[in-house]
């Protein structure tokens, strides 16, 4: 009698003990997914950013049709990218894919920006002015949101690979997620801050 109440007391410890870790992982789970759409929103509001920047400098820059359409390229393999990704946050193919696409579309922006030095008319337009405050504004949101999800997701590693909750993480099919980063090569951000000027 009294190892049989022994007993059951070691089984409810051992399936509280399991259920505690459970929820745990669905609670990191759910943690980097919702830091991911916080993401997902900063490069939506990108991506429909930079076809109007275009537009406004085909009207200036008509002779550097292909680094304009370089841009709208790299803008759209960025947005397949960001599907994949929305689709499987932390997964370590899409991560990678869209970590190169968002790389290509800094590059592309950089020489755009780059070659927009050499527009004065271009430089000086008020809607330009204003795309540049808005992808300045939302590339430092995006910052923000991609140290959040890192963040999140090395909370999450962390619960899937100590012991003992990788046991239980193993059993029901809980993967490493993978960090959202930029090769160092592609972490400087284009230079979108306006330009006033000088009279």
Do not use: C
Not at 90 to 114: I, N, Y
Not at 115 to 120: D, G, N, T
Not at 189 to 196: A, G, I, L, N
């Amino acid at each position: 009698m009294i190892s049989g109440l022994i007993f059951l007391g070691l089984l409810v410890v051992l399936v509280m003990w399991a259920v505690g870790i459970y929820n745990g992982l669905i609670r990191g789970r759910r943690g980097y997914e919702n830091a991911f759409a916080q993401i997902d929103v900063q490069l939506t509001r990108r991506y429909d950013l930079i076809p109007n920047l275009v537009e406004v400098a085909k009207g200036y820059m008509a002779h550097e049709r292909d680094t304009l359409e370089a841009v709208i390229t790299a803008r759209n393999q960025a947005v397949s990218g960001l599907k994949n990704a929305q689709a499987n946050p932390g997964d370590a193919a899409a991560m990678q894919a869209l970590s190169g696409a968002e790389g290509q579309l800094t590059g592309a922006l950089g020489r755009l920006f780059a070659l927009s030095e050499a527009y004065p008319d271009l430089k000086a337009n008020q809607n330009v002015l204003k795309l540049q405050g808005a992808i300045n504004e939302t590339e430092e949101q995006l910052s923000a949101s991609r140290r959040a999800f890192n963040a999140a997701v090395t909370i999450f590693n962390n619960s899937v690979e100590v012991f003992p909750s990788n046991i239980l993480a193993a059993m029901m099919g809980f993967r490493r997620r993978t960090l959202f980063e930029i090769p160092e090569s592609q972490k400087a951000r284009p230079d979108v801050s306006p330009v006033t000027s000088s009279r």
